[in-house]
């Protein structure tokens, strides 16, 4: 029985925006409290690098799971047109939200969609968020229990720089 080989391929682009981490559904000492000098009034900058990874089996007449170009081409209209040197400002625009819109944006297009495998986006050399998609089961009321104080701009680290 003959298998067919299954590969990752990753690209890898930089861009950098601004963003405030500020939440409407909090006060605004609840803000300043979870988010310390990340919800700043004027916001803060970062240079993101973003790795999409796309999984598959390496087709035999190409020899490639993707042609590298669709990928770069999903990408940069994600990206670069839409979020570099941009204020990310949402509800909040912390770097877990931002690596789900890559996501959700990246997949809308693709030609075959279920072949991306993963996002991750660093916010700093110290800091990454990755995300592979919807989680199987709502644990929303699990997450908000044990949400805690931080002072740095995410929720992975206390160093933000």
């Not at 605004?28 to 409290?33: G, K, P, T, V």
């Not at 209209?77 to 912390?94: E, R, Y």
């Not at 050399?125 to 701009?153: D, E, H, I, M």
Request: aromatic share 8%; charged share 25%; glycine share 4%.
């Amino acid at each position: 029985m003959s298998h067919q080989p299954v590969a990752l391929l990753t690209r890898k682009e930089t861009f950098s925006a601004c963003h405030r981490l500020h939440s409407k559904h909090l006060s605004d000492e609840e803000n300043a409290e979870i988010y310390g000098k990340c919800n700043h009034v004027n916001g803060h900058g970062h240079n993101y690098t973003v790795e999409v990874t796309v999984r598959g089996p390496i087709e035999k007449r190409t020899g490639m799971v993707m042609n590298i170009t669709e990928l770069k081409l999903a990408m940069d209209a994600v990206i670069f047109k839409q979020l570099d040197h941009k204020n990310l400002d949402k509800d909040p625009s912390t770097t877990e939200n931002l690596t789900v819109f890559i996501w959700d944006n990246v997949r809308d297009k693709l030609k075959y969609p279920e072949l991306l495998y993963e996002v991750k986006v660093y916010e700093t050399n110290k800091n990454s968020v990755t995300y592979r998609g919807p989680y199987p089961y709502n644990n929303s009321q699990y997450l908000q229990n044990k949400r805690s104080a931080k002072t740095s701009c995410t929720n992975i680290s206390s160093d933000s720089d």
